[in-house]
């Protein structure tokens, strides 16, 4: 046979890699090249010619019926498969790829069990999104790229969750063994050195005929000891073969029967590129027989569409979703275009960067950072500045040591910003295809005109409907907009919704084709990027709440996340008090719809204990706009957090009978039953067993805000509005009894005090209810004897407020106040002796009691026995 | 990071000797298998110089004991920076062991470490320059002989390593006479109408504070003549609880603090607080916390712990507990009384408290708190 194949391996994105591979096909001038990758890519290869064809791009493959089954083959300018496709375009000879298809790929995960073989890894079935989604080639390791092993690179995108890939039995790092045999401890550094930063010798095949020896040594299966290991990078040391993968055995198999197939087609002078631990497989050839038993076996291909999209070197970089986890696409990039010194070119790359930053940095600094890096490879024993030494002479020599500076240098050149570009003609991507099939499953037609959709979330349809449109608002599509309901009803079960398709959601949905391949998945993206976006606490409270609407569970805990860290470093106590409310309303509404809300929980009851901590500093010194606004916070953190604690037993008693306070018709009588039940409040101890519960600690902060009184001058202490208010939630938690606030109440209008301060302490006191004044008459006397001892001229100061203060007070209770006052003086000495003067007719009287009775269910006075009488609840209750 | 003091504690005359001499035996054994070639003047060639930082083992067994805990490539970057004759300037907090490192450097490179030249907000020219010594200049006017050389000036005709410590410190004007020393490697003389040029071996390692940087700042024709190395904070838990120990136990043995028990697990807690407040983030990276505004280094976590070792030992029970570290934490932490205590209660609040097994550290906490 005539026919000569030549296998080029590679390291996947290794510059030095692509260089050899362009200097080996230039020199072996092969008729066909055949490359490791999917091979339904081979009708759109050609693409890769165009003009508009930018790198890094990279084969998108997917499931047609499952577009969350994905796989993604990047391409980098430095990658040599990228160098071999130009090379084979423009010399016009066939170039094809030879791995297993995506589509047997695919079946091969989903179908794990069935596939035969001890070391293939079974991607947990249970997890059907994440685990086809590996890429089969996005290996980061040089050579470590073997089917299994990427699969935790190439997890689902945003796929944090544990198994991604499922276990993996045999860990691949031949690299790694290698550079441990030839006794470095990096095998990234070391692979370096010995390939990417080898200039091209005279003989461009010399470098693959070495590396293929290597990893032949690698793959031979060996006893564990072989104690002269060290020293040569060939020999490994002990124990390091490594097991070749079930499923790298049938890729291998596959690609084997594509060689010959090329063979068969005439081709004389093949080369393959494939990643450098394939070439032991493919140099020995088994019998045909052999490679098609192995493949035999194989499942059924799955149906798969396949396209270029357009990738980012950020992406590569990615060691999680998608990303090749290459640590350094940009200083690649710049090794492989850069030709002669690079090292000084990549100086004077980060000279440029950092002046545009505004940095000052010379000529001079770009002279010593070159002396240094080369000096500092000359110290480590590196054949040439490598990143690290060129990184280290940048921090110290322009970046004055520092790594902030230098974390640009990073993001900007190391990684780099490149976007890459594909031409108009590549076919569809596989998120329009998703919300195709969903608008089919659901019944939901794009159509221009607009249409009101009502929803019944308790319908299963209804429901997946609701999440598909607030998943697309997500995602900037606003096809449907929330209306108000036209069914009169204030269940949280219905939804009303606007829909209106507008053409351009066609160009919107390939835009948010980078966010994922799913609308699930977009739109879980898409809601983690905001979250790491936004700027306002309260925008990501509102994200969390429409994360929970749009049902994306997988979104919430990196939204948690990232609301925890800024509501930790947000130190404005408003921010907090503004977030705290939607997050409890979120709270309860995922208790509403089942979904776990234990993180949000915590996050709230964080949230909560900050504001309690830093809330009195914050009220200290306010004017009077910034103390109404404060005083609605006040009044909504309070309610947030009644509805944030279970509240104790022993406190909902309290709390009834504080409300029976409120509405009971004999204040004096009930006030003293409800006072003994009450906990004497500033004497109880903060660090007694109940303190820890949120609502403890917010009546905690409350009386610390309460006694701020300012000592000289209103910028010393918090305004009493505030005080007031914190007094009267206080009150009516049941935390204080009316005795003692009416003690307050008398301190603060004692003449020693500021008027002003004073009727704002009145208006937070009486705000919102002032029943108040007419159950605790003492309270009303102590207002009036204040109110009368106002000098004339300070009275027009706080007459306004005193005006708000009243005109705020319900019709009845103004009206009765009014009465009371003007009935003649209240007996503040004496509060009890307010009863009415007029005369009682106590036979008429007498006559209510037994209807009295009935309505309370009390023995009837005078017959206490006898007639049958409706049992009292309790009584039903012990029968 | 931070510094491991000779555990040879000879009966010497002097409290503390110079690095040379305390490390006499490592220098010689390490000059003496030294292979690699050396820059001029130097004692030991630049990878020797690494090792005897860095620590290591010498092919004919003699053990280097490591001088400096943290990264490689701090020494690495420090050593190549004086190899290529370009001025070293080691930036950090302070507690990050950077006159350690300095005078480290200066021992093994030329064997001598004590021409310094202390910043302060007083030094004068004459300290950086020359001085003169008046008798003799009134007597015979300006001569050689009636120059008194500074460090500097000995360091360049001998070719040796002149350190400035604190360089920040030191005013503007008298900073800026080091820019023709960098610069042209010359010292001139106008009195005496000559000039003292340096020989090759001469270099300088400065030492600034990152946090007083703004004292006096460099101006950047000086600051363009140094390579900066900053000298990070002990990058693990389990580095820094080693620090800790191993001062703790020295300094207690120098103040005669009897053994305590217990007090592993407090000092744990200690660097594990102080780690977490300095970072803004808790050990197990779920939870950002505030950072208040003091250094918290990890001088100030040995001064915290060996205090809390005096308070049992003199008035506790002799048990180091949480209460006996508390207070010092608080005080270490609490610089600014009001933003730096409410960082500092939101911490105990939000972090400690929900801590497993921290009960008395939380309850100790916030009754000094209080």
Not at chain 2, 321 to 330: E, P
Request: a negative charge; hydrophobic letters at 45%; one cysteine or more.
């Amino acid at each position: 046979m005539s026919t000569d194949v030549t296998l080029l391996g590679v390291r996947h994105h290794g510059p030095g890699s692509a260089r050899a591979v362009a200097a080996a096909l230039e020199q072996l001038r092969p008729d066909a090249v055949l490359i490791e990758g999917p091979p339904e890519a081979d009708q759109i290869i050609a693409l890769a010619g165009e003009k508009d064809m930018v790198p890094p791009v990279a084969l998108l493959a997917h499931a047609v019926d499952d577009p969350a089954k994905a796989a993604f083959w990047p391409f980098a300018a430095f990658s040599p498969e990228w160098v071999a496709i130009r090379h084979a375009i423009e010399h016009e000879i066939p170039v094809r790829f030879i791995d297993l298809p995506a589509a047997q790929t695919f079946a091969l995960v989903e179908g794990a069990g069935g596939v035969p073989g001890g070391t293939s890894p079974a991607p947990a079935a249970t997890d059907p999104e994440n685990a086809p989604a590996t890429a089969p080639e996005t290996g980061s390791k040089p050579g470590s790229e073997t089917g299994p092993s990427t699969g935790s690179e190439g997890g689902a995108e945003g796929g944090a969750e544990a198994g991604a890939a499922g276990a993996q039995p045999v860990v691949h790092d031949p690299i790694g063994a290698l550079a441990q045999a030839a006794g470095h401890d990096d095998p990234e550094r070391w692979w370096e050195d010995v390939i990417e930063h080898r200039a091209p010798g005279a003989d461009a095949l010399a470098p693959f005929a070495a590396v293929a020896e290597a990893m032949t040594a690698l793959r031979e299966p060996r006893p564990a000891a072989d104690p002269e290991g060290s020293g040569t990078a060939a020999g490994p040391g002990p124990g390091t073969a490594v097991a070749v993968g079930r499923r790298d055995e049938l890729r291998e198999a596959h690609m084997r029967q594509q060689i010959r197939a090329a063979r068969r087609a005439g081709h004389t002078r093949i080369a393959v590129v494939c990643g450098a631990w394939h070439v032991p497989a493919l140099q020995t050839m088994p019998t045909v027989a052999h490679d098609r038993a192995q493949l035999a076996g194989l499942p059924k291909k799955v149906k798969t569409d396949i396209t270029w999209v357009p990738w980012t070197h950020r992406r590569l970089s990615q060691h999680t979703g998608y990303g090749a986890g290459i640590d350094s696409p940009g200083w690649y990039q710049h090794l492989f275009t850069a030709g002669s010194e690079p090292v000084v070119r990549w100086m004077t790359r980060v000279a440029e960067l950092l002046r545009a930053e505004d940095h000052p940095v010379s000529s001079a600094h770009v002279i010593e950072a070159v002396r240094l890096a080369d000096t500092l490879a000359v110290m480590r024993g590196r054949p040439l500045a490598g990143l690290t030494e060129t990184l280290d002479a940048v921090r110290s020599v322009m970046c004055d040591g520092s790594d902030v500076a230098l974390a640009l240098v990073h993001d900007r050149l190391v990684v780099g910003d490149a976007l890459g570009e594909v031409p108009d003609a590549v076919p569809a991507v596989p998120l329009q295809r998703d919300l195709a099939r969903l608008q089919r499953s659901l019944r939901l037609k794009p159509e221009p005109g607009e249409r009101t959709l009502d929803l019944d979330l308790r319908k299963e349809l209804d429901a997946a409907r609701s999440r598909l449109l607030h998943r697309l608002r997500l995602l900037g599509l606003g096809w449907g907009t929330p209306s108000r309901s036209a069914v009169n009803s204030t269940g949280t079960f219905r939804e009303s919704w606007r829909l209106r398709w507008e053409p351009e959601f066609a160009v919107r949905v390939v835009e948010a084709a980078q966010w994922g391949t799913t609308v699930e998945d977009a739109a879980t993206g898409k809601a983690v990027e905001n979250a790491v976006g936004a700027t306002e606490l309260a925008e990501l409270t509102g994200l969390a709440e429409h994360c929970l609407l749009a049902g994306l569970p997988a979104a919430l805990p990196a939204v948690m996340r990232i609301l925890a860290d800024r509501a930790a470093l947000d130190t404005d106590v408003a921010h907090l008090a503004d977030a705290l409310p939607a997050l409890v309303r979120a709270l309860r509404y995922g208790d509403v719809r089942g979904t776990d809300g234990s993180a949000l929980d915590g996050v709230a009851r964080g949230l909560a204990d900050r504001i309690c901590i830093g809330l009195p500093a914050a009220c200290a010194g306010l004017d009077a706009d910034g103390a109404t606004a404060m005083r609605s916070r006040l009044d909504a953190v309070h309610t947030a957090v009644g509805l944030l604690a279970p509240a104790a037993p022993a406190q909902q008693l309290v709390q009834t009978a504080s409300t029976a306070l409120a509405g009971a018709a004999e204040p004096t009588a009930l006030a003293g039953a409800a006072a003994p039940a009450a906990p004497a409040a500033p004497a109880a101890p903060a660090a007694s067993a109940g303190a820890d519960s949120p609502a403890e600690r917010w009546a905690g902060t409350l009386r610390s805000l309460a006694r701020r009184e300012p000592s000289a001058g209103p910028a010393t202490g918090v305004p009493g509005l505030l005080r007031g208010r914190a007094v009267r939630l206080l009150l009516d938690d049941g935390r204080l009894d009316s005795a003692e606030a009416g003690r307050r109440m008398g301190l603060v209008l004692s003449m020693a005090n500021a008027p002003a301060d004073a009727a704002g302490w009145v208006e937070g006191f009486l705000a919102g209810g002032g029943a108040l004044l007419l159950h605790d008459t003492r309270l009303l006397g102590l207002l009036d004897e204040w109110l009368s001892g106002v000098p004339g001229e300070v009275f027009v100061d706080v007459l306004p407020l005193l005006r708000r203060t009243f005109a705020e007070l319900e019709n009845g209770v103004r009206r009765t106040v009014g009465e009371r006052v003007a009935s003649g003086p209240l007996g503040v000495r004496s509060p009890v002796a307010v009863a009415p003067t007029v005369r009682i007719d106590q036979a008429r009287a007498d006559a209510v009691l037994p209807t009295l009775a009935l309505l309370l269910g009390l023995p009837v006075p005078g017959q206490e026995s006898g007639k049958p009488r409706i049992p009292r609840q309790s009584d039903r209750r012990a029968s | 990071m931070t510094t491991l003091t000779s555990e040879s504690t000879a009966p010497a005359e002097v409290l503390r000797q110079h690095a040379e001499d305390a490390f006499a035996a490592e220098l010689a054994a390490l000059a003496e298998q030294d292979d690699r070639p050396r820059p001029e003047r130097w004692r030991l060639s630049p990878w020797a110089v690494a090792t005897y930082l860095l620590g290591g083992e010498l092919p004919d067994g003699t053990v280097i004991t490591p001088k400096y805990i943290g990264p490689r490539r701090v020494v690495e970057v420090a050593v190549t920076t004086l190899a290529t004759d370009r001025a070293l300037l080691l930036l950090g907090v302070p507690g990050t062991a950077k006159t350690w490192v300095s005078e480290h450097l200066a021992a093994a490179i030329s064997g001598d470490s004590t021409l310094l030249v202390q910043g302060t907000a007083g030094t004068p020219e004459e300290a950086v320059r020359y001085g003169w010594n008046y008798a003799q200049l009134l007597a015979q006017g300006p001569s050689r002989e009636a120059l008194v050389p500074s460090p500097v000036m000995r360091a360049m005709a001998d070719g040796m390593i002149a350190r400035v410590e604190e360089l920040t410190r030191i005013p503007a004007d008298v900073q800026d006479s080091l820019i023709t020393i960098l610069s042209e490697k010359t010292l001139p003389i106008p009195e005496l109408g000559t000039e003292i040029q340096a020989v090759r071996g001469f270099n300088l390692i400065a030492t600034a504070n990152d946090r007083d940087r703004g004292v006096n700042d460099l101006s950047s024709a000086l600051r363009r003549r140094f390579n900066t190395v900053v000298l990070p904070l002990p990058g693990t838990l389990e580095e820094e609880v080693d620090i800790v120990t191993r001062r703790v136990n020295q300094l207690g043995r120098s103040l005669d603090l009897p053994e305590l028990p217990g007090g592993a697990e407090e000092i744990r807690r200690v660097v594990t607080v102080f780690r977490e407040l300095r970072d803004g983030i808790t050990a197990d990276g779920r939870t950002k916390v505030k950072t208040p505004s003091g250094t918290l280094s990890t001088a100030e976590a040995i001064s915290v712990v060996t205090n809390g070792l005096a308070l049992a030992a003199h008035f506790g029970d002799g048990v180091l507990r949480a209460a006996d570290v508390t207070t010092g934490i608080a005080g270490a932490v609490v610089r600014d009384p009001v933003a730096d205590q409410a960082v500092w209660r939101e911490y105990v609040e939000g972090v400690i408290r929900e801590r497993d097994g921290w009960k008395d550290f939380y309850r100790a906490a916030r009754e000094n708190s209080r």
